[in-house]
């Protein structure tokens, strides 16, 4: 795996879905801004970024309490 972090100046944002659903998939997506590198998965993306100081968030529970 990739080491991520201030150790590795990368951070990563992944982006998956339980169910095949294009339209939260693009809506989660708009809201990063574009990545200089992005691995695609059958689920959805991760985009990888420059680490600068940044705490952990997690989105789960954010995603998991918007209605579409």
Same mark, same amino acid.
């Given at each position: 795996? /990739? ?6 100046? /990368? $951070?990563? $944002? ?9 339209? /939260?998939?693009?809506?989660? &997506?708009? &809201? ?16 990888? #970024?420059? #680490?600068?100081?940044?705490?952990? $968030?997690?989105?789960?529970? /954010?995603?998991?309490? $918007?209605? &579409?």
């Amino acid at each position: 795996g /990739l080491v991520c972090g201030k150790v590795s100046n /990368l $951070i990563a $944002i992944d982006v998956d879905v339980e169910i095949e659903d294009s339209k /939260l998939v693009a809506m989660a &997506l708009s &809201l990063l801004p574009p990545s200089p590198c992005v691995k695609r998965g059958s689920k959805g993306e991760t985009r990888f #970024y420059r #680490y600068n100081n940044e705490s952990n $968030i997690d989105f789960k529970n /954010l995603f998991n309490k $918007i209605t &579409l």
